[in-house]
DNA sequence: CTCCAGGGATGAT
DNA sequence: ATCATCCATGGA
């Protein structure tokens, strides 16, 4: 095949594909299958060299680099983590992990079917609102299809997305795809708020919190500092961070994250989520740091 | 079989 | 302002 060749220095693919960020790239043999937007894309890795075609076309470079975040300072954004034995080890597990660059609503819609979902759910969940919803493309011999539009799901029922195993979050996503849909609310023209603003904003719409709210700032509107709190990394803050037994509320939390792991804490969070996730079902006995106020 | 998952909305303190 | 409860579904 004639695949375009993209350099991609301090790059996981994989990594970055299976770290829950994106619920929609299926490997297959060497590479990847999936999509950037609305185009249908194969990637593979050899080294530091990303090869990728786009449909029955070249890649375009510029889309595929953007996407994956090359151009993010990964060296610098990991030596701004805090020094302890936790973060050290998430940073040195997830060498070459990088935040993507999602699609607004892409992110946004994902994100409201994935409460108390494992991601392996979650991936089965997007799936079948692709192939029910969204448009089939070819890709190198295989097929993907796109995330649906605000406007397709909107035209959709309760039911219907029921059928998609989304269960009672079905009438939120119906909910809030009516509002992208209706101009309502204007996701694009949002990249202009505040962090402040921005979170107020998502939080209004239906089956979006705190934690869905972060995820969206974080994977959609470049917003690094965004760190979302769900069951694993607040397992790891509890047993690393706080002192054991002891209650903590979640606005202690916040505060302490906030404060503690700084203006790439979206990036330090995503690397303390991927390494809780894989290794020790953050049920790690290590000893607690203690390095918070113990309030 | 049971347990639990990248939570949110609601109503009671 | 916090807290408990319920909400569907399917992988592990």
Redesign the pocket.
């Known amino acids: 095949m004639d695949l375009t060749r993209i350099e991609a220095p301090d790059f996981e693919l994989a990594m970055t594909l299976n770290?829950?960020?994106v619920f929609h790239w299926e490997k297959i043999g060497d590479g990847f299958y999936g999509m950037i937007g609305d185009r249908a894309v194969y990637v593979e890795q050899r080294g530091d060299i990303l090869k990728v075609r786009f449909g029955e076309t070249r890649a375009l470079p510029k889309v595929v680099a953007r996407y994956f975040a090359l151009d993010h300072p990964l060296e610098e954004i990991c030596a701004s983590f805090p020094r302890d034995p936790v973060m050290d080890a998430a940073r040195d597990f997830c060498r070459g992990l990088r935040i993507i660059r999602q699609p607004q609503w892409e992110c946004l819609a994902t994100?409201?079917c994935?409460?108390?979902?494992?991601?392996?759910?979650?991936r089965?969940i997007s799936q079948a609102l692709r192939q029910r919803f969204g448009q089939r493309k070819q890709i190198c011999g295989g097929e993907v299809f796109s995330f649906p539009s605000p406007e397709a799901l909107a035209r959709t029922t309760e039911k219907e997305l029921?059928k998609c195993?989304?269960?009672?979050?079905a009438?939120?996503l119906l909910a809030t795809a009516k509002h992208v849909a209706s101009g309502e609310a204007d996701l694009d023209s949002w990249r202009a708020l505040s962090e402040r603003q921005l979170r107020e904003r998502l939080?209004e719409?239906?089956?979006?919190?705190?934690?869905?709210?972060?995820?969206v700032m974080?994977?959609a509107y470049e917003r690094i500092a965004a760190?979302?709190?769900?069951?694993?990394?607040e397992?790891v803050l509890r047993e690393s961070y706080f002192v054991r037994g002891r209650?903590v509320?979640?606005?202690a939390m916040a505060e302490f994250v906030s404060n503690y792991f700084g203006a790439h804490g979206g990036y330090a969070?995503?690397y303390?989520?991927?390494h809780a996730?894989l290794t020790g079902?953050?049920k790690s006995r290590g000893r607690s740091i203690d390095c918070c106020h113990q309030t």
């Open positions: 770290s829950g960020q994100f409201i994935s409460s108390m979902k494992q991601v392996a759910h979650i089965q029921r195993g989304l269960g009672y979050r009438k939120n939080c719409l239906p089956g979006v919190g705190m934690k869905v709210a972060n995820c974080l994977f760190f979302p709190v769900d069951v694993w990394i397992r209650k509320t979640s606005k969070q995503q303390l989520f991927h996730r079902k953050g």
